[in-house]
């Protein structure tokens, strides 16, 4: 039996590398450079990472299995998704050790709130309770909105942190009201236990309250996975912020925030009345993929400034995320667990975003806000290899084959197809994903077609380019050799499985547990799961 200590080791390992960073901050003269802290960061998150990968290779977390009293819950889904914020922080850290000093805002303020940020996100995906979800949340977020204003003499940067602080708060506030709602009609904190509640009683899943309570927690993430028409905060915090921050929320915010709609949705509310009744949480997520698609899209195809453009791309890439949670399968024979499409599109998206706003920061590395085309017109004349890490970049998310965005589509497209009832929604996506093409080519046309305007000089930096470089090889190592990350993000989505489905051939560590929990053959057929005493 693995400890919780063991279990929460890279939670323990972050909130370790945060407060150092945290005390050398308060210690170290303020005139002193703190790059050697995005350093200390990008190696704790490389520790994190191995103790995750160490965790991965445990077979009691082949199922879920519960630590700190059932506050946490660790599963190969949580690990692999911990796994990507883990990367994903680790190259954004990197990028920031000379785009900082250059942007005059070296404090070792921003490390410290990285980490802290990053145990925030990890704690979400791997949450076993509500109120664990809202105060990871509310780490993760806090932290967020301090990081978009960290350049304080900004006024794009005070105006984006602003709109971010008020949107966010409204979504934290209808998110606890949600949870309240839950909790009044299952007189349940834990999702194992919201889950069985709602699984073997008719009163609470017949409840009109229980309704109301999923439509509020689904829209308090749709906010934070910048779903369309709760995405109206994101164009503007996207390009105010610092390209180094930029690319941390669009990579880690969204890899943690959907982690944890999944897994409450799934666990939560995988039953029928749930997912087809007469407010069904399928409609509901298919119509916030098809807003999020048009609208990213359409709005995309008018902007010049590069970090915009991508900000309408990450409302764009929420459409097609969802549509991993609407090709779920349902009925009798559901394990109520994901396919590998959501892992690995994240996955995929994570390693593009963190390329492309890396070469952002090189573009903006002397004190530039404003990143539109003429900042990276002929940008392949100045720089051949940072235009190439911004054409694959731009590639993968467009979903090229030999990347890692093709990959992620098309495992999302083929687990979307088993159902023949939403064939009009792959259509559609495909038909968004050409007009996505008009955007992300114009960027590597301008990149290597149009003359130099500007004449802006680039950010000279070993950390960028090696951030951006390493995002680029792994971008197309998962693009042409897919085999173990399909393998991995499959694992990690079928690990995610309600404990209290008939039929569910897995076993669960359930909450207060003295040990794993086992499972049984029942004499149906079905198994059931059992504590052992």
Same mark, same amino acid.
């Given at each position: ?86 990367? $994903? ?118 409840? &009109? ?25 994101? &164009? ?59 609208? $990213? ?41 994901? $396919? ?194």
């Amino acid at each position: 039996m693995i400890s919780d200590l063991v279990l929460a080791s890279p939670l323990l390992i972050l909130a370790f590398v945060g407060l150092l960073a945290l005390m050398a901050g308060v210690l170290s003269p303020r005139d002193t450079s703190t790059r050697w802290l995005g350093y200390v960061v990008s190696f704790g998150c490389l520790i994190a990472l191995g103790a995750v990968w160490w965790l991965w290779g445990q077979p009691q977390l082949t199922f879920q299995t519960a630590a700190m009293s059932g506050s946490l819950t660790f599963d190969h889904f949580g690990l692999a998704l911990a796994g990507i914020i883990l990367l $994903g922080t680790l190259l954004t850290s990197l990028a920031a050790v000379d785009y900082l000093p250059a942007q005059d805002v070296d404090h070792p303020e921003y490390y410290a709130l990285v980490a802290f940020c990053a145990l925030g996100m990890v704690a979400l995906v791997t949450a076993g309770d509500l109120l664990t979800v809202f105060v990871a949340l509310e780490v993760m977020s806090i932290g967020v909105y301090i990081l978009a204003g960290f350049k304080r003499d900004s006024p794009y940067a005070t105006e984006s942190a602003m709109k971010y602080f008020i949107m966010g708060s409204f979504a934290s506030a209808v998110l606890l009201l949600g949870i309240a709602f839950i909790y009044g009609v299952t007189g349940e904190i834990t999702l194992v236990g919201i889950s069985r509640a709602f699984h073997f009683q008719d009163g609470p899943a017949s409840d &009109p309250l229980a309704a109301i309570g999923m439509v509020l927690i689904l829209a308090a993430f749709a906010f934070k996975v910048a779903a369309a028409p709760f995405h109206m905060w994101v &164009p503007d915090v996207y390009e105010g912020a610092l390209s180094s921050v930029t690319g941390f929320m669009a990579v880690a915010v969204k890899t943690a925030a959907f982690g944890a709609l999944a897994r409450i949705l799934l666990t939560c509310f995988g039953d029928e009345a749930f997912r087809t009744g007469p407010i069904s949480w399928e409609v509901f997520i298919a119509g916030l993929a098809v807003a999020s698609m048009l609208a $990213g899209n359409l709005m995309a195809l008018a902007q010049t400034n590069l970090k915009r453009m991508l900000a309408y791309s990450a409302v764009a890439h929420t459409g097609y995320l969802l549509l991993a949670l609407v090709a779920v399968p349902g009925g009798e024979l559901s394990l109520n667990a994901l $396919g590998g499409g959501l892992v690995i599109y994240l996955l995929g998206y994570t390693l593009a975003n963190a390329a492309a706003f890396a070469v952002a920061a090189a573009l903006g590395g002397e004190d530039v806000e404003d990143i539109s085309e003429p900042a990276y017109a002929g940008l392949a004349r100045r720089s051949p290899t940072l235009a190439f890490f911004l054409a694959v970049a731009m590639l993968s998310l467009l979903g090229i084959p030999a990347t890692a965005g093709f990959v992620g589509k098309l495992t999302i497209f083929s687990e979307l197809l088993a159902d023949p009832s939403w064939l009009w929604l792959v259509v559609f996506a495909v038909v968004n994903s050409v007009i996505s093409a008009f955007y992300y080519l114009r960027v590597i046309l301008v990149a290597y077609m149009k003359d130099e305007s500007g004449q802006m000089r680039l950010l000279t930096s070993r950390t960028v380019r090696f951030s951006a470089g390493l995002a680029t090889v792994l971008t197309l190592a998962v693009g042409l050799l897919p085999g173990n990350a399909l393998e991995a993000s499959t694992d990690a989505g079928r690990s995610l499985a309600r404990t209290t489905t008939p039929g569910l051939s897995g076993a669960v560590a359930l909450p207060h547990a003295s040990a794993e929990a086992a499972v049984i053959g029942a004499p149906d057929g079905a198994p059931e799961v059992q504590s052992p005493r």
